[in-house]
Nanobody, 125 residues
Framework: QVQLQESGPGLVKPSQTLSLTCTVS??????????WSWIRQPPGKGLEWMGV???????YYSPSLKSRTSISRDTSKNQFSLQLSSVTPEDTAVYYC?????????????????WGQGTQVTVSS
């Protein structure tokens, strides 16, 4: 049973960098069978795929967020992380990490079978 757990600050000031970590247990982030993504949900809106990291450390990002987003990993801790720079109040959301069902990069939420519980991040001064 794969489990994912997000961690990081719940409050970030405008113009700063949001940093979150996802700790994975019950499965390795270096396996070639799956990918690992960050997804967010702003208040009153739908889920938004942000980006993904694959087994070979390659990354892909949503075009709308690409200039501000970075995803990296620490294989020794079986963790992957999100950094979102120059945040504004519009980046306020519940942030999720999730595991896909296959090795392909996908933005479809139906292709993700394990999710973290989500962590609320508020951008405010």
């Amino acid at each position: 049973q794969v489990q994912l757990q997000e961690s990081g600050p719940g409050l970030v000031k405008p113009s700063q960098t949001l940093s979150l970590t996802c700790t994975v247990s019950g499965g390795s982030i270096t396996t070639s069978y799956y990918t690992w993504s960050w997804i967010r949900q702003p208040p009153g809106k739908g889920l938004e795929w942000m980006g993904v990291i694959r087994y070979d450390d390659s990354t892909y990002y949503s075009p709308s967020l690409k200039s501000r987003t970075s995803i990296s990993r620490d294989t020794s801790k079986n963790q992957f992380s999100l950094q979102l720079s120059s945040v504004t109040p519009e980046d306020t959301a519940v942030y999720y990490c999730a595991k896909s069902k296959s090795t392909w990069v996908t933005k479809s939420m139906r292709d993700y079978d394990y999710w973290g519980q989500g962590t609320q991040v508020t951008v405010s001064s």
